[in-house]
């Protein structure tokens, strides 16, 4: 069973950026799809972006251009730049993994495995 753990969150001012990682147990899944997820508080979590076995990445709209996937496959982690940061930002971030042959931001709960999430606050 695959376990994923989450790091790099911290307290930063609106403009900045950060880049949170996601480091995986290893998996030998051809087809899947992992994604970051956030949930501030009071309110549903939702989809930021997710990448396919194949490493192709999709964003929801609000955060393309912003928000940067990137899988580094050798030392399994998966990575979320986050960059011009707004206070709306502020909220627990989330990594998770599907085996599937989609690959959805909007499947966010048909995602089985999650890490436990790293905090992000902007102020």
């Known amino acids: 069973h695959v376990q994923l753990v989450e790091s790099g969150g911290g307290s930063v001012q609106a403009g900045g950026s950060l880049r949170l990682s996601c480091v995986t147990s290893?998996?030998?899944?051809?087809?899947?799809?992992m994604g970051w997820f956030r949930q501030a508080p009071g309110q549903e979590r939702e989809g930021v972006g997710v990448?396919?076995?194949?490493?192709?990445?999709s964003y929801v709209d609000s955060f393309e251009g912003r928000f940067t996937i990137s899988r580094d496959s050798a030392n399994n982690t998966l990575y979320l730049r986050m960059n011009n940061l707004k206070f709306e930002d502020t909220a627990m971030y989330h990594c998770?993994?599907?085996?599937?042959?989609?690959?959805?931001?909007?499947?966010?709960?048909?995602?089985?495995?999650w890490g436990q999430g790293t905090q992000v606050t902007v102020s």
């Open positions: 990448i396919d076995g194949e490493g192709k990445a």
């Open positions: 998770a993994i599907e085996v599937a042959a989609w690959c959805f931001t909007d499947y966010v709960t048909r995602f089985g495995t």
């Open positions: 290893e998996y030998t899944y051809s087809s899947y799809c």
